[in-house]
């Protein structure tokens, strides 16, 4: 997680960086982070591969209270990137 405290909070969450094991903690304290800025529409850079990595960050996403709804991107990136939307703080 030490990389996590490094990364930029600014909207784009590039997972292509960390280890598989790493993912859970470091997009739960992303969007928590992006969260306390007030950026509440987050991309979540996953890439296409076998879509392990686009399930696993899925799962993720269903599960956090704060995520109002995500979808694929609608760019040329397609399925190898998401678009969360977040609750505000004071809403959740």
């Known amino acids: 997680m030490d990389e996590a405290s490094r990364y930029p909070i600014d909207g784009i ?5 960390f280890r598989p094991r790493d ?3 470091v997009v739960a304290e992303y969007l928590l982070q992006c969260r306390a800025r007030s950026i509440l529409r987050v991309r979540v ?3 296409k591969g076998r879509s392990v990595l686009r399930g696993t960050v899925h799962s993720l996403l269903d599960k956090n209270p704060a995520v109002m709804r995500y979808h ?5 990136s ?3 990137a998401t678009i969360v939307y977040l609750l505000p703080q004071s809403r959740s």
């Open 45 to 47: 850079i996953h890439g």
């Open 72 to 76: 694929a991107a609608e760019d040329r």
């Open 23 to 25: 993912v859970p903690s």
């Open 13 to 17: 969450l590039d997972l292509h960086v």
């Open 78 to 80: 397609g399925w190898g």
